[in-house]
């Protein structure tokens, strides 16, 4: 497995607090916590893939 590199968890980090911080608790989904970390992710040149299954 492949750690992750630092500045990918500072931006999945800020991106979840950023979620937290502007979604209403009641509105907060896991799936829409995903999608904000990997937007802020994508927003830094990462790319976000899924790895085929073995």
């Known amino acids: ?3 992750f590199p630092p500045g990918a968890v500072d ?3 800020h991106g979840l607090e950023d979620y937290r911080l502007t979604t209403p608790t009641d ?3 896991p799936a829409e916590a995903a999608v904000a970390a990997a937007e802020y992710l994508v927003a830094l040149g990462y790319t976000v893939h899924l790895p085929e299954p073995p």
Do not use: C, D, I, V
């Open 27 to 29: 509105q907060q989904t």
């Open 1 to 3: 497995m492949t750690p």
């Open 11 to 13: 931006a999945l980090a």
